[in-house]
């Protein structure tokens, strides 16, 4: 058993106490002086693309570039003198991290928190920007969960409150503002929404949709989107309980979580009715993030694109007004190669192969003149044995002008006598060569 199971073994309260409207209401009204409600824009691209009114709520404008800053604060802001004195512990993938940052520097509160080793550079020195002198950075474990276990460590052995990231009650009623906003927003325009989609990674942004919802507009759908590899509340809702994944793929940081709160589950079991749960595939969220950068101008982390990649594929009514959360925009340009590749990949264009020239000459040539397409590019060409390429073995990676060339591709290779093998995402061969 992992030191997180551990910790999440050990004696909860038996049910978190009911959220309610007016608890977020009152929320709202706290964090107001330090957070500025966020923009709900109408986008024409989605709208026109999916026959809905589709309008996006900008959590990526928040100071820390991120919804997360709701909870952190509503959490902090409400500590009594004698926890303030005794310093905060907070574990996460990086959002809740500046929000908890920000809230120690504009409280004045001394903190300790807790990272991955993975998270990337560019949330790492956020953080110490928004916390200045008032927060101590600590790298532990591979991924959440286990920063989580290092940092609730810390608080049990000093005696420092543990900030939760999204169960704990506090936190999930901050998160609800967001929920708030939106209804206001649209309000204001004479709009009512059909649907609201949420990125989910452990769930704090989800309970506090819902219970803000489930009050003020019990109509609307509600659409849960976590990242495909790390589903880990469409695993809870299965399984009637929160489970452990065994294995995630810590690429869509922001929600990559292998065990959902256990209080974020109880308020969103309890709703399961009216919510639907979606998985999304890492490539998708790739490439609606280069689609929100090259059409909105929008920079959005993984997790903040979830939710507008979430449309291509639920259903949707023409002229349904549907809001989409962009919980994030703490991205990392080093990573916008990854991106790419992992974009081109989702959409058919990108395809490795194993490929063994004939040691005859012209073999080279003949594959790029009779083998590959008009349109098709090599990206990548690297020769499997460095200090023997007698056997002409090489990792080819091939650039399609159009998915649809793939099948035309493998029949020239079919036919030519330079042996191809293609390399399928998922395989061990294909995950250990790219």
């Not at 928040?62 to 500590?79: E, H, M, P, T, W």
């Not at 512990?89 to 993975?118: D, F, M, T, W």
């Amino acid at each position: 058993m992992t030191d997180h199971e551990k910790l999440e073994n050990k004696a909860q309260p038996a049910e978190i106490s009911a959220i309610r409207a007016a608890d977020i209401q009152l929320a709202q009204a706290r964090i107001s002086t330090v957070i500025a409600p966020t923009p709900l824009q109408f986008c024409p691209r989605l709208s026109e693309a999916t026959g809905a009114q589709v309008y996006l709520k900008r959590e990526d404008l928040q100071d820390v570039r991120s919804y997360k800053i709701r909870g952190a604060y509503n959490n902090i802001v409400q500590l009594d003198e004698q926890q303030r004195a005794a310093g905060i512990v907070a574990a996460s993938a990086g959002n809740h991290a500046q929000g908890v940052a920000y809230a120690c520097n504009a409280l004045g509160i001394k903190g300790r928190i807790y990272v991955p080793e993975s998270t990337p550079k560019q949330k790492l020195s956020r953080i110490l920007v928004h916390g200045k002198e008032w927060v101590e950075l600590k790298l532990a474990g591979a991924n959440f969960d286990e920063a989580s276990a290092a940092a609730h460590e810390d608080a049990e052995r000093t005696g420092a409150t543990m900030v939760e990231p999204f169960d704990a009650r506090d936190t999930i009623i901050g998160q609800g503002t967001v929920a708030a906003e939106i209804l206001s927003q649209l309000s204001a325009t004479g709009k009512h929404p059909d649907a609201v989609v949420v990125p989910v990674g452990g769930g704090g942004l989800l309970a506090g949709v819902l219970s803000y919802l489930h009050d003020m507009s019990p109509r609307t759908a509600v659409i849960g989107a976590e990242p495909l590899t790390a589903a880990s509340m469409q695993a809870a809702l299965e399984n009637n309980g929160p489970v452990t994944l065994k294995d995630i793929d810590p690429f869509v940081d922001g929600a990559a979580v292998k065990r959902v709160g256990n209080f974020t589950y109880q308020v969103v079991d309890k709703q399961r009715s009216r919510l639907h749960m979606m998985a999304i595939s890492e490539g998708a969220v790739c490439t609606e993030m280069l689609d929100l950068y090259q059409n909105e101008g929008i920079v959005a982390e993984p997790a903040g694109a979830l939710s507008v990649a979430a449309l291509k594929t639920m259903p949707i009514a023409p002229g349904q007004v549907i809001v989409c959360i962009i919980s994030g925009g703490n991205n990392d340009v080093l990573r916008y190669n990854e991106i790419v590749e992992r974009s081109l990949v989702h959409q058919g264009l990108k395809h490795y192969f194993l490929v063994n020239f004939p040691q005859e000459p012209g073999q080279l040539r003949h594959f790029l003149n009779e083998v590959l397409g008009p349109d098709d590019d090599i990206t990548r060409f690297e020769y499997l044995k460095r200090n023997n390429r007698d056997t002409g073995a090489a990792l080819v990676g091939v650039q399609l002008g159009r998915a649809s060339d793939l099948e035309a591709l493998l029949e020239r290779m079919a036919v030519s006598k330079i042996y191809c093998q293609q390399l399928r995402p998922g395989t061990p061969e294909y995950d250990f060569l790219t």
